[in-house]
């Protein structure tokens, strides 16, 4: 017969474990302390727990097994390890960049639930007390949950996290192509600049040349007025007869 508090560690300690290792790879190093991160909650969320419950049940006389002493006491359970769980996992979580934190109160509340309707559709064969090794059918049961849940949990996380590690690389990508562009865009704006300052420098120094030649020309012209040669003379009667 397996009791209670068995029955909770089969579930969440496999289910811990899968979550392990299927969040190790985008988690890194962080994700090598879920497991005992959490199992360290759901220990504190026991001890704190049982503080209450205990009392309740011998003082108050409540009763585990029949409602609504079941339910207060389940409720009362809940809350605590609820609370510690899901701080624990959101202190881990906090560290990362890929995977959202409200992670930790979800995976709280689906674990909760799942162990749940696990407890509720096994109740005739749990026990407060009994033992392990002859309930096993029901903690093969638990074992299977924990891991189908922490497999299902797990990759649901692992796939949040692909897709924004996805996204920030397409991100970066774009980033890094519009800068590529931009640069690209600056060194042919540059270089038509330089090219249309040459053309411009090329454009005034030829009318630089032009005009020096034309005051050479001009000057050569009035001087040979001035002092006058045959050449010219004869060119100027050619010139008067022409006329």
Request: one cysteine or more.
């Amino acid at each position: 017969m397996l009791d209670y508090w068995t029955a909770s560690a089969a579930f969440f300690l496999v289910m811990f474990g899968i979550q392990e290792w299927v969040l190790q790879f985008h988690l890194g190093y962080l994700g090598r302390y879920w497991a005992m991160m959490s199992a360290a909650s759901l220990f504190l969320g026991f001890l704190l727990s049982g503080l209450v419950c205990v009392p309740l049940i011998i003082n108050l006389k409540v009763d585990p097994f029949t409602f609504p002493g079941n339910f207060i006491l389940s409720a009362i359970a809940a809350i605590f390890f609820g609370v510690f769980l899901s701080l624990g996992q959101w202190l881990i979580l906090r560290q990362t960049d890929l995977t959202p934190r409200i992670f930790a109160l979800i995976n709280t509340v689906v674990g909760i639930l799942i162990f749940f309707l696990l407890v509720y559709f096994n109740e005739p064969s749990l026990e407060l007390s009994g033992g392990a090794i002859q309930g096993w059918k029901t903690a093969l049961i638990f074992l299977a949950g924990g891991a189908i849940t922490g497999a299902a949990t797990g990759k649901a996380l692992d796939f949040y996290c692909g897709r924004i590690e996805q996204r920030l690389i397409s991100i970066e990508r774009e980033r890094v192509e519009k800068e590529t562009r931009e640069r690209e865009r600056v060194e042919r704006e540059r270089l038509e600049r330089e090219k249309l300052e040459q053309e411009i420098l090329e454009a005034e120094m030829a009318e630089r040349k032009r005009i020096q030649r034309e005051a050479a020309l001009e000057e050569q012209r009035k001087w040979l007025e001035e002092h006058g040669d045959e050449d010219y003379k004869y060119d100027e009667d050619e010139d008067e007869d022409e006329e």
